[in-house]
């Protein structure tokens, strides 16, 4: 309750005026604003209730009207609400932590959407309504508008296919069983292999008065998620990174690499075998830290250097590098001459010059990447992770749609204008308002300190980066994008090489050509594409006389099996195990069968002895359905003997199964089932 002015309270046996001291009501700003307006709850306050209004007006219903369905709205509502402001924030629909909270947020107002009616998609209809009650408070909804009905929208989409694939898959599971509890196995299966999520699947369950064996579920999802970890290898820097060895007291390295490739330094500290060290012998790997160094040490996406670091008595060749959020860079190495090092040793630090180069023309492409694909693809565009080494750049980035090809070589040819018109590129230090004002790009997450290093490439890119760079567009020579795929929902990547990177990709393109001309017994690659139509054509029309020819043989297996049809009630039951080369040639004897009289039903078992599989398939003519006759019924109960479950229509279904030994086992009980079905 609340408590007046003149109210006092004792603590302590001694009495003291509330007047002038701090008292905690819990009163925020969604109560104060009801207070305010004189409402009952948040969803009465007007810039929620305009939300609100925007949701029943897409699913055609009213508030106060129907409990259920004002459960629904408020759900929706509370819901667009937070994930509109968590994507504003840089969170992304994952399956992990933050993210796995967002999704299911996404996939609870979905359903609700749902309940009241809604068809297709509409949350991202409604978090343009959220983003204009908020604007004035939080800007960043407004700069985010694109990202964040992209993320929705896309989210949404995703969700329906998973719920209807689930559904659909869900009720073949409940149909199957006479249990009020839905195994552990089958919602595992559900989520781990469909995407059908744990939480909907027992809020559906709960809905039909059963539930789900969690415990098994919960076994099952550990055990997936440790066998993920132990599949996870940690390698090189990275694994040095996450150990527990400390270097507090050794200091941050000096790094020197941005001007200079080689260094004279001295060894600060040792490890091996994960401990701390005196001095390493040349039968382990050390990790050495020097009080300076010209090796970067991988972040940012930029691997570290690899190169060499000498002593009077050893060469060690530095095989990764790596750094420690205090700044202590890591050289992971192993010894090529020499026996031993020790602490205090004075060193000769050199990188591998060449390695650095090209990882340096591969860093700056990012950097150029990442405008061009802003500049075509829109403001929504934000790095999600990159890898930069000498190899390739690899670029992460939120959008949610393959680019097409004619996208992709706009962005190409964009950052290849940029290479060939030799824009220098700028490196320098300053405050990070200042940075701002610039306009630098930021990666979202990340911690900057008040003072940045910022990289530019003239007006057209600039960033805040703390890698090394080439310091001119003009030495990437040439980008070459390589691949372009999805690595989660919303998050493309982009696989591309520059340089020396772009003559190894051209010389390998055209040894493949080379090699398939030499398949195709051509002496020339420029007629290699009308060849490989010609052939495409040629292998269309065999595979057209192959099915026809399969067809025929079909009909005629399914006609003399005709002779060994018996009475089984009202209808003539044929059963048979037969060999075939796909389900396809099954289905199709099941459908000629059928073809020879109203009352047949026919189930046939197809082996494929080369791949080791069984199918079940069956067909029923019209009077075998009136009789009662349901080839999914039948086909699933089949199947189940020999390990496999399946189903479909009345008139024809297939089915799986995994024991190809219980085939005439499954066969000789068709029989009774079907006698058991009919009226």
Known sequence: MLLSHKTSIKISQEYYNIIGHMCYTGMGLER??????????LFE??????????????????????????VSLRVITDHIRSTTFMIGDGVMPSNEGRGYVLRRLLRRAARHGRLLGIDGTFLYKVCE?????????????VEKHDLIVKVIKAEEESFNKTIDTGLNLLENIIAQSDSKVLSGADAFKL?????FPIDLTKELLEERGMSVDIDEYDRLY??????????????GAQAWKDSNVSFKDVGATEFVGYTDYSCDAEIKAIVTNGERDEFATADSEVVVVLDKTPFYGESGGQAGDTGVIKTDNATLEVTATGKTPDGVVLHIARFISGDSIALGDKVHAQIDVEKREATRRNHTAAHLLQAALRKHLGSHVEQAGQLVNSEEMRFDFTHFSALSGDELKAIEREVNEVILKGIPVETREMPIEEAKKLGAMALFGEKYGDVVRVVSAGDFSVELCGGTHADNTAKLGLFKIVSESSVAAGIRRITAVTGFGVLKHIENDERIMQSAAAAMKLGNVAELDKRAATLAAEVKAKDRELAELRSEISALKAGSLMDSARQVGGVRLITAEVEVSNPGEL????????????????VFAGVNKEKGTLNFACACGADAIKLGAHAGNIVR???????????GKPDSAMAGAKDTSKANE?????????????K
């Open 191 to 195: 989520q781990d292999t469909f995407g």
């Open 666 to 678: 499954a066969l000789a009980a068709v029989d009774s089932i079907v006698s058991a079905m009919l």
């Open 45 to 70: 306050v007007d810039t929620v209730q305009n939300i609100m209004k925007h949701i029943m007006q897409i699913a055609g219903v009213k508030y106060h009207e129907d409990e259920k369905k004002d």
């Open 222 to 235: 550990a055990q997936s998620r440790a066998a993920a970890r132990a599949a996870r290898k940690d390698a």
């Open 129 to 141: 309504t959220v983003i204009k009650e908020n604007a004035t408070a939080y800007p960043n909804l």
């Open 587 to 602: 289905r199709s004897m099941c459908d000629t069968a059928r073809d020879n009289g109203a009352d047949i039903v026919a």
């Open 32 to 41: 104060l604003a009801c207070i305010m307006q004189g409402v009952d709850n």
């Open 637 to 647: 109960e089949t199947a189940k003997i020999a390990g496999g479950s399946g189903g």
